[in-house]
């Protein structure tokens, strides 16, 4: 479990709740017309422009908002540098005990290629595609959500127009002018909520998580390559390392 997205989840719709109950009843700002306009409106522009199966596909990416196990890259980099020390002093063909112990199923793949012996160009081709197509799985759930985002708003003014011309047609009847004002209000005030505490910080935070797992697949790559030529440990690590910032790297020589 994420506690940053829990954290910002509860302190944002926390603190709007209780803006919202102050100086008044909470019950003024429920409104189900106004959901059915803006959620009915976002799924189906959503449901336009892409195919119902990426749509489908995207709740799944959408889990690794909450529930994410991102690899430690200082163990990665330590069981590439053990892998390089046993290849170079027992062979390649003794890391089939340590591919046991990895868990992370494209860390494994890359060994197991290894092991098997294909060729360094035609490996680094079947991970990188692999990485590419993961990279634009990423991409697309990033952006249907950026797009829900995009949609919210609109339908919120649209539930607002609509708003507006109800209360237009009963100008006649002064009573009735305030309340569909705050109706047609509220369908923005729905939009907006949705947009900017829901859509987009899903859409912004699966980008990060995106970039994140591909820079550490593509470490994983270089590091794969270079057991694979046999480069001399010191200098994987060193080479390794260069994927991250000053602080964060180690060395175990």
């Known amino acids: 479990m994420d506690l940053a997205t829990i954290l910002g989840i509860v302190s944002g719709f926390g603190l709007v709740i209780v803006a919202m109950g102050m100086g008044g009843g909470l019950g003024w700002f429920i409104n189900i017309p106004s959901v059915l306009i803006v959620l009915g409106g976002t799924i189906g522009a959503v449901l336009i422009n892409y195919p119902l199966t990426d749509v489908i596909g995207v709740m799944k990416v959408a889990k690794n908002v909450f529930f994410s196990k991102e690899l430690s890259v200082g163990s990665v980099i330590e069981t590439l540098v053990e892998m390089s020390k046993i290849a170079r002093r027992e062979g390649i063909l003794a890391l089939e005990k340590k591919v046991e112990d ?48 995009n949609f919210a708003p609109a339908m919120g003014m649209m539930g607002t127009l609509i708003g ?32 900017n505490l829901i859509f987009l910080p899903i859409a912004g935070k699966l980008k990060n998580r995106s970039s994140s797992e591909v820079m550490v697949k593509e470490l994983i790559i270089s590091g794969i390559l270079s057991v694979q030529s046999g480069d001399n440990p010191r200098v994987l690590e060193q080479k390794l390392n260069s994927f991250l910032s000053p602080g964060e790297r180690k060395s175990t020589f």
Request: no cysteine.
């Open 102 to 149: 990895v868990e992370d199923p494209f860390f494994a793949k890359g060994v197991g290629l290894m092991i098997d012996g294909i060729e360094p160009a035609a490996l680094s081709r079947i991970l990188q595609t692999e990485l590419d197509y993961l990279s634009e799985r990423h991409r697309l759930g990033a952006e249907i959500f950026s797009s829900m985002g």
């Open 164 to 195: 507006l011309v109800k209360m237009l047609m009963q100008m006649d009847d002064p009573s009735s002018i305030g309340p569909a004002m705050a109706v047609a209000l509220i369908t923005t005030f729905y939009g907006v909520i949705l947009a």
